[in-house]
């Protein structure tokens, strides 16, 4: 199968996508990416559409549009089986509007699960949703949302991407630093980083041998490295920037506690992470965790978004070893059952098949 995909080129899961459906799937991958691309595997096909000489150079959404024509170009010429657009709003738009069929549009992006956003959003949103022949969505919080934007809930298919579990294998045991806490989200506003730095200010009261890392980077890494410095606890924790992925086992599998206070999100492959290399995890008690979590049981979900609760859990969840291990087992399991990279990318597989042989047989019965 020829697939093209519309997406980000720098982002680690539209890697982790390509790199499976090319190398392991043997597919023939071709990937259009608005930003700047990062190195991917030599099997698959990369173009750079973030610089064009002689492209206007206006920015989001209109920028996106005035990539259409080059779009359409591009994807006559790879001549694909398949086109699949990865983010409803951005580059499920764009591959809406090439006009090709059969058409996949991937629902991951936070603004598809989150608060009613303005018109201008909505209505791009509801004619990708309305063009795509196949929607795919990661959590069943995230198909009741594209249904209440307009999707056909007929041609939702359901299935989270998953993590590679060979690379976040289990940790040995008592391998964690016994008061470590690590959060892996990107250091941006939305995603509440501060309230997990004076959690931890917090928490130091009852926990004084307590350490952090934040492993991301983004545009608050200087206000929240000024947060730490006010805090009184810049001795205390560690920004570890943009760390590698291969790095990232090693970090999360020398840390006791997981812990995200963002508000709105899809499935974190984040979590599944630190699930998986048996972090206990302190979240947001939201739709997306809780198809995850029970509290108490394999982590902590906070209802309070206020820095005194994470607080709270956190201290609960660093004195209760036997606590963590029992998650640590558990969660282990639960990613292998669902979060699977592997399994799942072959679940996905047979889905995106499915639809271009429907698409062809229906070629064959027009012409």
């Known amino acids: 199968m020829r697939v093209c995909f519309l997406a980000d080129g720098s982002s680690v899961n539209t890697r982790s996508w390509v790199e499976h459906f090319s190398k392991v799937l043997g597919h023939d991958v071709h990937v259009l990416s608005m930003s700047p691309p990062a190195e991917l595997d030599p099997s698959i096909d990369v173009r750079d559409l973030s610089v064009v000489e002689g492209e206007p150079g ?17 994807i006559a010429e790879i001549e694909p089986d398949l086109v699949v657009g990865y983010r409803v709003p951005s580059y499920g738009f764009v591959a809406a509007m090439s006009g090709f069929h059969p058409l996949v549009v991937v629902a991951q992006s936070q603004i598809i699960v989150g608060l009613p956003f303005r018109a201008q959003k909505r209505i791009p949103v509801r004619m990708t949703l309305r063009r795509a022949d196949l929607i795919h969505s990661w959590a069943p919080h995230m198909s009741d949302r594209l249904v209440e934007l ?34 892996t989200r990107s250091l941006q506003r939305h995603y509440r980083l501060d309230v997990v730095l004076q959690a931890l200010a917090l928490a ?14 983004g545009n608050c890494a200087a206000e929240l490295e000024g947060l730490t410095r006010d805090l009184g606890i810049d001795d205390r924790v560690w920004f570890a920037g943009g760390v590698a992925y291969d790095e990232l086992p090693k970090l999360l599998g020398s840390s006791s506690v997981y812990v995200a206070a963002v508000r709105v999100d899809g499935v ?40 005194e609760a994470y607080a709270e859990a956190i201290t609960a969840a660093l004195s209760d070893r036997e ?20 399994k799942n990318m072959r679940t996905i597989e047979t889905a995106y098949l499915k639809l271009v042989e429907s698409s062809a047989a ?3 019965r027009r012409s």
């Open 58 to 74: 206006f920015a989001g959404r209109v920028a996106n549009l005035g990539k259409i024509p080059r779009v359409r170009k591009i």
């Open 150 to 183: 307009g999707a056909d809930r007929e041609k939702i298919f359901e299935c989270p991407r998953g993590i590679d579990l060979a690379r976040f294998a289990p940790r040995d045991d008592g391998a964690d630093e016994e008061y470590s806490v690590i959060t």
């Open 204 to 217: 130091r009261k009852d926990v004084p041998a307590i350490t952090g890392a934040v492993a991301g980077t």
């Open 268 to 307: 974190s492959a984040s979590l599944l992470e630190a699930m998986a290399r048996g972090c206990f995890p302190i979240v947001w008690d939201n739709a997306a965790n809780r198809h995850w979590i029970e509290h108490g049981r394999n982590g902590f979900l906070v209802a309070d978004k206020g820095p």
């Open 323 to 342: 606590l963590r291990a029992r998650a640590s087992e558990i969660n282990r399991a639960i990613v292998e059952e669902r979060g699977d990279l592997s």
């Open 362 to 364: 229906r070629s064959v």
